[in-house]
Structures are given as C-alpha cells and as structure tokens.
C-alpha cells in the first residue's frame, strides 16, 4: 500500500514538470516566432497613445497663424512700396519683383509659423489671402498717390515749356494739384478708385491738367494693359506668397540622423 502511494506521487510529479516544460517550450516557440507578449503590447499601446497626443499638439491653432499674418504684412509694408514703382516698368518687366517679393513676405510667415505645424488648411488660405491683399493694395495705393507726382515731372521736362515767371517746383506742384483735382471731379471719389477708374480707361493727361504741354503724355500703362498687368500681379504675388505658407499643411518632415 505504501508502494502504491509512493509511486502515485512520482508520477505526479512528473506530469506537472511535463506541463511546465512544455509551457515553457511554447513560450519561447511564440517569442522566437515574433508574437508580442503581454507586456509588449502593453508598452506599444501606451507609445501609440503618446505618437497621438504629440501629433493633436503639434497642430497650429488659427490665431498663431494670424501672428505670422501680421509679420507677413509688417514685411510688405516696404517691399509693396518698391513693388508700386517696378510694376510700372516697361514691357512688364516689373512683374518679375512680384513672385521675388512674394516669396520673401511668405519666407517671413513660414518662419514664424512653422514651430506649430501643421495646420488646418483654413486659417492658412484666410491668412494668405490676407497678406496678398494687403501687400497688393498697399502698392496700388502708393501708386496712385504718386501719379500726380510722375505726371507734375514728365510734364516738366517739356524743352518748351513756358513758366511765366514761376519756378519749376511751383510749376510741379500746381501740375500735381491739377491732377490730384481733375480725378476727383472727373473720375470721382478720386485717390485709389479714381486713379483705377482712369487708368484702366483712358490714362491721359491733357493741357488741361498740365498747361504747357506740347502733347498729351500717357500713364505707363492704360486700358486693357493696365488690367492685365494688374491681374497678372496679383497672381504672381500669391504664387509666392502661398509657395511658403500653405505647405504648412503638412509635418515637418523628420532631420536625417547618422547611424
């Protein structure tokens, strides 16, 4: 009876170091053949949660953008002002200062917008178009305020031109008014809507505005190519512009590391 008792606990014994060994083998079988544990899936669930919490932080909310908006427009200020004398150069060769000077403005808000990309493709089109706007009427501007200026000066150059005991700085300045009065009361209100009213009509200056005159002198462009040098400005500053801020939409992609 002894025996019998004895012999029964070996054999259970044994069955139990059979079961672990072979656990064992199956473990390591599942760890050779690449299957995660526990524990691993556990620490790439947590790494995942953190990829995705980093990702939502890394979006740049609207109003960050609206800064670099404004560094944008701060930057126009004197590259719109250089922009109103090249886009009257002849032949159109001024627009090739707008795409130039496009990509500086747009180089100015990358820079200070990058650190929160990327960002949501409306405040980057709403910005943009802000500071294209802004930068192409701030050149209009000081173009039609200029006019009066450019037309007083061309017309002063006139080898016969009779001053009747007037200097030619009191001869310029009464052109200037002239001019100044004669788009207010013909292409009325006058400033930037009546300058735009006359150049992209008949863009002439008559004896009437400048007295002296041996025959009427023409703005540097007129009609229908005063229109099209125009829509072709625009467009080539929000291709620079745009070049360097909507590509904000995406992440930045990560520096190659040495190994």
């Given at each position: 009876?002894?025996?019998d008792?004895?012999?029964?606990q070996t054999?259970?014994?044994?069955?139990?170091?059979?079961?672990?060994?072979?656990?064992?083998?199956?473990?390591?079988?599942?760890?050779?053949?690449?299957?995660?544990?526990e524990r691993?899936?556990?620490?790439?669930?947590?790494?995942?949660?953190?990829?995705?919490?980093?990702t939502?932080?890394?979006?740049?909310?609207?109003?960050?953008?609206?800064?670099a908006?404004?560094?944008?427009?701060?930057v126009s200020?004197?590259?719109?002002?250089?922009?109103?004398?090249?886009?009257?150069?002849?032949?159109?060769l001024?627009?090739?200062?707008?795409?130039?000077f496009?990509?500086?403005?747009?180089?100015?808000?990358?820079?200070?917008?990058?650190?929160?990309?990327?960002y949501h493709?409306?405040?980057?089109?709403?910005?943009?178009?802000?500071?294209?706007?802004?930068?192409?009427?701030?050149?209009?501007?000081?173009?039609?305020?200029?006019?009066?200026?450019?037309?007083?000066?061309?017309?002063?150059?006139?080898?016969?031109?009779?001053?009747?005991?007037?200097?030619?700085?009191?001869?310029?300045?009464?052109?200037?008014?002239?001019?100044?009065?004669?788009?207010?009361?013909?292409?009325?209100?006058?400033?930037?809507i009546?300058?735009?009213?006359?150049?992209?009509?008949?863009?002439?200056?008559?004896?009437?505005?400048?007295?002296?005159?041996?025959?009427?002198?023409?703005?540097?462009?007129?009609?229908?190519?005063?229109?099209?040098?125009?829509?072709l400005?625009?467009?080539?500053?929000?291709?620079?512009?745009?070049?360097?801020?909507?590509?904000?939409?995406?992440?930045?992609?990560?520096?190659?590391?040495?190994?």
């Amino acid at each position: 009876m002894g025996i019998d008792v004895t012999e029964h606990q070996t054999m259970s014994a044994t069955n139990t170091e059979t079961k672990h060994d072979a656990s064992t083998g199956l473990a390591s079988d599942a760890h050779e053949a690449g299957c995660p544990s526990e524990r691993e899936d556990q620490d790439c669930a947590a790494d995942t949660s953190a990829s995705h919490k980093g990702t939502s932080r890394g979006h740049g909310s609207g109003l960050q953008f609206m800064l670099a908006t404004v560094v944008g427009m701060l930057v126009s200020v004197p590259l719109g002002w250089l922009l109103s004398y090249a886009a009257q150069l002849p032949f159109y060769l001024g627009l090739f200062f707008f795409p130039l000077f496009g990509l500086m403005i747009g180089a100015a808000m990358h820079r200070a917008a990058h650190r929160a990309r990327p960002y949501h493709t409306t405040p980057l089109l709403v910005g943009t178009t802000m500071a294209v706007m802004f930068c192409w009427m701030f050149s209009l501007t000081v173009e039609a305020n200029d006019m009066p200026v450019w037309v007083a000066t061309h017309a002063s150059r006139n080898p016969r031109l009779k001053l009747h005991n007037q200097t030619i700085e009191a001869y310029r300045a009464t052109v200037a008014d002239n001019m100044t009065a004669y788009l207010k009361e013909t292409y009325p209100p006058g400033g930037l809507i009546g300058y735009a009213r006359w150049a992209s009509t008949n863009g002439e200056i008559t004896q009437q505005v400048a007295p002296g005159l041996l025959k009427s002198i023409h703005a540097p462009q007129r009609g229908i190519w005063w229109l099209i040098r125009v829509m072709l400005s625009v467009g080539l500053l929000a291709f620079g512009i745009g070049s360097q801020t909507l590509i904000l939409r995406e992440e930045e992609a990560p520096s190659a590391v040495a190994t």
